[in-house]
């Protein structure tokens, strides 16, 4: 992970998911990585965005009813 990048955790796999297919479909730069280990997430992925991505982002998941948790 680069400076200034997003990390968002999520409670389940099909968050996670429908997280990733949100950002491509709204053409958002994000990629799904492993949760980290310091997160104890529930769910073991994370979406991974550029900094100057991240309010859209969050902006997009708050509308569809995605629920998540930011990390750092």
């Known amino acids: ?3 200034g990048d997003c990390l968002f955790l ?5 968050l996670a998911m429908w997280a990733e297919d949100l950002a ?6 994000a990629e799904v ?4 280990a ?3 997430a529930k769910c073991g992925l994370a ?3 550029m900094g100057t991505c991240c309010g859209e982002l969050e902006a997009a998941m708050t509308t569809e009813g995605i629920t998540y948790h ?3």
Do not use: C, N, Q, S
Request: glycine share 8%; hydrophobic share 35%; net charge positive.
């Open 1 to 3: 992970m680069t400076a």
């Open 70 to 72: 930011a990390h750092g």
């Open 10 to 14: 999520f409670d389940t796999t099909h």
């Open 24 to 29: 491509r479909e709204r053409g958002i730069p």
């Open 47 to 49: 979406l991974r965005t």
């Open 38 to 40: 310091d997160a104890k």
């Open 33 to 36: 990585v492993a949760a980290p």
